[in-house]
């Protein structure tokens, strides 16, 4: 018996019927373009969350989680709606609340284990989504696609948790395949896996996190979104998709600049997206550096989501011999990304630690992650 199973029947007395994973992400390149129908470029990391599940026989939806004192928190099936919950309960139950829409379920409890970083910008949030949507799919023989269930947990974190995100994490963190990122067009969730293999070049993706914790909760994802809707509802265009850089910047003088200047992002950053799995198709990996700098200025002055910490990392990254680097995530805080050769490893991480140190920063943390597999079964079929 694993030990999330030994936990849940310590808890709830009885053991799980089934255990389910999905994990973090990493976006390579494609910052907040996901809900404008763009192309992203993401690929899951290895660091997951965990969850064991068991259906009732009542209505009753019991939520604890290893790392929150093991407190149960008690809901009903008819008692859900947005905003529901503790905050960080609203995840899952607003997975169950959406599935519940659609089918019928029973109650359920609920053990969740997440060891994909807080507040990093590595989505800890998909993760935990996608392990309740994976587990739900098969307890209950539900039998939904990878795609529906992007969609579904998507609404999920839109309408019951309240952050108008895009579809990007969700459906890396179900579809990521190891080895590759994925090509993912957000307009139709059509896939093309893109092998990503740079251990042969020696080379490595430093991740540095920050610990700028942030929220997309407190308005500026949403306002930003709302910037890109104003565009695509001035220019007359169904998305940005819809809308090439030259013919965006012929038309900047229909936009106010601040509007102008967000949908400049997004549409950039579309063609920054197609431009990296190119570079990564032809192993062209300076030009790759050149296209996740451009990510970063694009983010930081366009879209301004970055912050002192992010770019501080990414300068001193690049001041010490990394090929590119750019912050990753919603923004305001959370991780950055740097492509490096693996013999500037120590010489680029003890830079970072020394410029955060001076400037008066948390200590960062880093790390890196392969491509890893996205949300599956580990678990099944345990004894009522």
């Not at 997951?48 to 149960?72: C, G, K, N, P, Y």
């Not at 959406?98 to 060891?115: N, P």
Request: hydrophobic residues 45%; proline residues 4%.
């Amino acid at each position: 018996m694993s030990e999330i199973q030994k936990r849940f029947k310590d808890l709830f007395g009885t053991p799980p019927e089934i255990v389910a994973q999905a994990p973090g992400r990493v976006n390579l390149i494609g910052e907040h373009i996901d809900y404008s129908d763009g192309f992203v470029l993401p690929f899951a990391i290895k660091d997951v969350t965990t969850v064991a599940l068991r259906r009732r026989t009542d209505e009753v939806i019991r939520i604890a989680s290893l790392q929150r004192s093991h407190e149960i928190f008690e809901f009903t099936l008819e008692s859900l709606s947005p905003l529901t919950g503790e905050p960080w309960t609203r995840y899952p139950l607003g997975v169950v609340w959406a599935f519940s829409e659609l089918h019928k379920l029973s109650g359920l409890d609920i053990l969740v284990d997440g060891r994909v970083p807080l507040g990093a910008g590595l989505s800890s949030s998909a993760a935990l989504e996608c392990s309740i949507a994976t587990g739900i799919n098969e307890l209950f023989d539900l039998r939904i696609g990878l795609a529906g269930l992007a969609r579904l947990t998507q609404r999920a974190e839109n309408i019951f948790v309240g952050v108008p995100c895009g579809i990007m994490d969700q459906s890396i963190s179900l579809m990521g395949r190891a080895g590759s990122a994925l090509l993912l067009d957000c307009r139709d969730l059509s896939s093309k896996n893109i092998p990503f293999d740079i251990a042969p070049e020696n080379l490595e993706l430093l991740i540095i996190d920050t610990q700028a914790h942030h929220s997309l909760v407190d308005g500026g994802y949403a306002e930003r979104r709302a910037s890109c809707e104003r565009a695509v509802a001035e220019l007359g265009i169904s998305s940005l998709r819809d809308i090439s850089v030259t013919e965006l910047l012929n038309r900047q003088a229909e936009l106010d600049p601040v509007t102008f200047i967000r949908a400049r992002h997004a549409v950039t950053e579309m063609a920054r997206v197609l431009s990296a799995v190119t570079a990564l198709e032809t192993r062209d990996f300076a030009e790759l550096g050149q296209l996740l700098n451009a990510s970063h200025a694009s983010l930081r002055d366009d879209y301004t989501v970055s912050c002192l910490e992010l770019d501080c990392a990414v300068d001193t990254a690049l001041a010490n011999g990394a090929i590119g680097a750019r912050m990753v995530g919603g923004g305001f805080g959370g991780s950055a990304i740097a492509l490096i050769s693996k013999d500037d490893t120590a010489t680029i991480t003890a830079a970072i630690s020394g410029a955060f140190k001076k400037a008066g920063f948390k200590a960062p943390r880093f790390f890196t992650s392969l491509p890893s597999e996205g949300a599956h079964i580990t678990e099944r079929a345990l004894p009522r």
